[in-house]
């Protein structure tokens, strides 16, 4: 469950690269999201830079992390099928 939740964020830091909007409702109230503000709210582009050593970095721990995650996953498999033919 660890790894997964290690995998998850991995994966979350990815997606940090799209298009950001802060929007401003009409109450003043701050919005951040991925595609463009309502018409009767304020919107503003943030153009978020990304360091390439570090995404560098991040996808080769995110493959590492994939591949333990995928062998796991291969060795319970295999012990529930085992566990199986023993039960059988």
């Known amino acids: 469950m660890k790894i997964l939740s290690i995998f998850l964020l991995a994966?979350?830091?990815?997606?940090?690269?799209?298009?950001?909007?802060?929007?401003t409702d009409q109450l003043g109230?701050?919005?951040?999201?991925s595609k463009s503000c309502q018409p009767t709210?304020?919107?503003r582009h943030l153009d978020i830079k990304t360091d390439p050593v570090k995404e560098a970095e991040g996808k080769v721990k995110m493959e590492a992390l994939q591949t333990e995650y995928d062998g796991n996953k291969a060795r319970q498999i295999e012990?529930?099928?085992?566990s199986f033919m023993q039960n059988n």
């Open 79 to 82: 012990a529930e099928k085992q």
């Open 41 to 43: 709210a304020t919107e």
């Open 11 to 23: 994966c979350a830091s990815t997606v940090a690269q799209a298009e950001v909007f802060k929007c």
């Open 29 to 33: 109230k701050i919005h951040y999201q």
